[in-house]
């Protein structure tokens, strides 16, 4: 079946550049999406790119999506103690059932440093 | 406000009872799903439902069952099958490819 993949861990400093990266294997993914999920509560959405897209910026968030290579990756620039949280990337099908379908990755915990 | 919303956020339980952990949308849309998290397991899916008085299993439905009566709402049955139940439980609805959009979560402990 479909499967993401994700690095579990990533500590940073403070004012640096996070980058989380994330490989998936189905190539009929339409949407692929960033989740953010601080301790004890749900997963939020930061952003999202459609699979025919290479790359979305949203203020400190980049997105670069390598379709070839099945790769999706995601920026924070001035990375901020409030951005320590886990990091789940998902992604979803094309059409039909599939466009309902939702796979996750097991998501990266980042871990800021003052 | 528009949103999605689980309850209780505890819930504790004896050996051999059932519980149901509730899930309310009110952003009309189809599709319902319910998630499993362990540390370190990332989202394991338990059931979803695209559309009223249907659902699907997902990858770790043995001793849990669900129902979808009504669109907003989509209960979750933990049975006493579940020989493990303890985690947190994370519903999200969604609308076709668009972004899902989840509750708080039910941390549910046996005791």
């Known amino acids: 079946g479909e499967d993401v993949e994700q690095s579990l861990f990533l500590s940073v400093r403070e004012g640096d550049s996070s980058v989380i990266n994330c490989t998936y294997t189905?190539?009929?993914?339409?949407?692929l999406y960033w989740y953010k999920q601080e301790p004890g509560a749900g997963l939020q959405l930061l952003t999202y790119?459609?699979?025919?897209?290479d790359m979305k910026q949203d203020q400190r968030l980049t997105v670069l999506l390598n379709k070839k290579d099945k790769h999706l990756s995601l920026r924070i620039a001035d990375t901020q103690t409030g951005d320590s949280a886990i990091y789940f990337c998902?992604?979803?099908?094309?059409?039909?059932?599939?466009?309902?379908?939702?796979?996750f990755g097991k998501g990266t915990k980042l871990s800021v440093i003052p | 406000d528009g949103g999605i919303t689980q309850s209780p956020k505890y819930l504790f339980r004896k050996e051999g009872q059932n519980v149901t952990l509730s899930c309310e949308q009110n952003?009309?849309?189809?599709?319902m799903y319910w998630y499993r998290q362990d540390p370190g397991q990332g989202l394991r899916l338990i059931y979803y439902?695209?559309?009223?008085?249907?659902?699907q299993k997902g990858d770790i439905a043995e001793g849990y069952s669900v129902s979808r009566e009504k669109k907003e709402s989509f209960p979750l049955t933990v049975t006493s099958a579940q020989k493990n139940p303890t985690a947190f439980y994370l519903c999200?609805?969604?609308?076709?490819?668009?972004?899902?959009?989840f509750g708080q979560g039910t941390r549910l402990t046996v005791v």
């Open positions: 999200a609805s969604r609308t076709g490819g668009d972004e899902a959009f």
């Open positions: 998902a992604e979803s099908g094309n059409s039909g059932a599939g466009s309902y379908q939702l796979t």
């Open positions: 952003l009309n849309h189809d599709a």
């Open positions: 439902s695209q559309i009223v008085n249907d659902f």
């Open positions: 189905d190539s009929s993914s339409t949407y």
């Open positions: 790119i459609f699979s025919n897209m």
